[in-house]
Nanobody, 128 residues
Framework: QPRVVESGGGSVQAGGSLKLSCIVS??????????LAWFRQVEGKEREAVAA????????YYVDGVSGRFTVSTGNARFTSYLQMNSLKPEDTAMYYC???????????????????WGQGTQVTVSS
């Protein structure tokens, strides 16, 4: 069964950096394409998109609030993704989730409903 595992969360002061990792396993060998996305959620609020990377083309997508500070990338291992977060702000504090599902990252890459495979989340806490 496909599964997603995130790691790398922690606590940092404002201005610091963290790097999150995501491994998606369990897809068949015939699948060579997938969209890997990062979402985050603050308790009591809706889960929101942060960034995504198209495994096949390498295209990257960001929401406005993290563009220029966060970098999403793929790893050498199949269906791995990283989220490098720099210049962190207290408002970046959230549970971060990696998600997979669509074969390609399309115009609606930020839509939660497009993803059917989610990790358990990793907490990021930024103090002022």
């Amino acid at each position: 069964q496909p599964r997603v595992v995130e790691s790398g969360g922690g606590s940092v002061q404002a201005g610091g950096s963290l790097k999150l990792s995501c491994i998606v396993s369990g897809y068949g060998y015939g699948q060579g394409q997938v969209c890997l996305a990062w979402f985050r959620q603050v308790e009591g609020k809706e889960r929101e998109a942060v960034a995504a990377v198209d495994w096949g083309s390498g295209a990257r997508y960001y929401v406005d609030g993290v563009s220029g500070r966060f970098t999403v990338s793929t790893g050498n291992a199949r269906f791995t993704s990283y989220l490098q977060m720099n210049s962190l702000k207290p408002e970046d504090t959230a549970m971060y989730y990696c998600a997979s599902g669509p074969l390609y990252c399309g115009r609606d890459w930020y839509s939660r409903s497009d993803y059917n495979l989610w990790g358990q989340g990793t907490q990021v806490t930024v103090s002022s």
